[in-house]
């Protein structure tokens, strides 16, 4: 069985790779500095967690479930320990795309991230249609990429990354540049930002008198259906009205270089404020 110590194992993050992990082919050794955060993986898992040295000795993949602005602490002290050929494997492209790794020729490092179960899906096990992160019961994409290590090692990367964020469907292949662009870029500044407002826009429509059940319900239903024809999820087109609403709101609503926030100089700042 490949060993695997798991950096974090007691957080949020942690605790949803370490159910699937102890369910799947590998040997995992969790690290965990919080009291309470040790509880929960003995509770969880039946596993002690163990000092980070002790997790470190023969492993050959170190998962890094930590928070973006703890990565590059916590990478910087254990790196320099690793036998070479180590694959360190790192949840989100923040760090590494802003340079917190430290350098070292002879590991590998790869990066993965969910995609989350998509909104369009065939799911109807009630358990799956509950699960909007991943990784419990509903399926999802995922997306990897292998910063540096030898070819080979993506497929144990990868292999791991499906174990974690299982059940899994499609697994692509990014550049870490391309992961970076996709989040914070497409999924946080722009995706999350136009959701709040969004939900901006309902509170105000409740403010002016609109019932909050009716403005939700209103609101939740026409993102489905609109979604389904902006995606060509359904073969569907807007109404004449529609698409006269959509020019006068982008003229109003966005700024019109509003797209520069994917030139690379806004994807680093972007990049440098969460990390």
Same mark, same amino acid.
């Given at each position: 069985?490949?060993?695997?110590?798991?950096?974090?194992?007691?957080?949020?993050?942690?605790?949803?790779?370490?159910?699937?992990?102890?369910?799947?082919?590998?040997?995992?050794?969790?690290?965990?500095?919080?009291?309470?955060?040790?509880?929960?993986?003995?509770?969880?898992?039946?596993?002690?967690?163990?000092?980070?040295?002790?997790?470190?000795?023969?492993?050959?993949?170190?998962?890094?479930?930590?928070?973006?602005?703890?990565?590059?602490?916590?990478?910087?002290?254990?790196?320099?320990?690793?036998?070479?050929?180590?694959?360190?494997?790192?949840?989100?492209?923040?760090?590494?795309?802003?340079?917190?790794?430290?350098?070292?020729?002879?590991?590998?490092?790869?990066?993965?991230?969910?995609?989350?179960?998509?909104?369009?899906?065939?799911?109807?096990?009630?358990?799956?249609?509950?699960?909007?992160?991943?990784?419990?019961?509903?399926?999802?994409?995922?997306?990897?990429?292998?910063?540096?290590?030898?070819?080979?090692?993506?497929?144990?990367?990868?292999?791991?990354?499906?174990?974690?964020?299982?059940?899994?469907?499609?697994?692509?292949?990014?550049?870490?540049?391309? @992961?970076? +662009? =996709?989040?914070?870029?497409?999924?946080?500044? &722009?995706?999350?930002?136009?959701? #709040? !407002?969004?939900?901006? %826009?309902?509170?105000?429509?409740?403010?002016?008198?609109?019932?909050?059940?009716?403005?939700?319900?209103?609101?939740?239903?026409? @993102?489905? +259906? =609109?979604?389904?024809?902006?995606?060509?999820? &359904?073969?569907?087109?807007?109404? #004449? !009205?529609?698409?006269? %609403?959509?020019?006068?709101?982008?003229?109003?609503?966005?700024?019109?270089?509003?797209?520069?926030?994917?030139?690379?100089?806004?994807?680093?700042?972007?990049?440098?404020?969460?990390?």
């Amino acid at each position: 069985m490949t060993t695997v110590a798991l950096f974090g194992a007691g957080g949020k993050m942690g605790m949803r790779l370490g159910r699937n992990l102890v369910a799947s082919p590998y040997d995992v050794r969790p690290v965990e500095v919080s009291p309470a955060g040790q509880e929960r993986v003995k509770a969880a898992f039946g596993l002690e967690c163990l000092p980070a040295d002790k997790a470190l000795a023969g492993a050959e993949i170190v998962v890094l479930a930590v928070p973006d602005t703890a990565v590059g602490a916590v990478a910087s002290a254990i790196v320099p320990t690793l036998a070479p050929g180590t694959i360190v494997v790192i949840l989100d492209a923040a760090a590494p795309h802003a340079g917190h790794l430290p350098e070292r020729a002879d590991i590998t490092y790869f990066i993965t991230h969910p995609c989350h179960p998509p909104i369009f899906n065939d799911e109807t096990d009630p358990a799956a249609m509950a699960d909007r992160f991943g990784g419990v019961a509903a399926k999802q994409h995922i997306v990897n990429a292998l910063m540096q290590g030898p070819e080979a090692h993506y497929a144990l990367g990868e292999a791991l990354a499906r174990a974690i964020w299982a059940p899994v469907m499609r697994s692509h292949r990014v550049t870490v540049d391309q @992961m970076a +662009i =996709l989040e914070p870029g497409l999924s946080e500044t &722009v995706c999350a930002t136009l959701l #709040d !407002a969004m939900r901006e %826009a309902m509170e105000e429509a409740i403010r002016r008198g609109v019932p909050r059940e009716a403005a939700r319900d209103f609101l939740l239903g026409h @993102m489905n +259906i =609109l979604a389904a024809v902006t995606f060509k999820e &359904v073969d569907g087109v807007f109404s #004449d !009205a529609c698409n006269k %609403a959509i020019v006068f709101g982008k003229d109003t609503i966005l700024k019109p270089d509003w797209l520069r926030l994917f030139e690379p100089e806004e994807i680093v700042a972007s990049v440098r404020r969460i990390t």
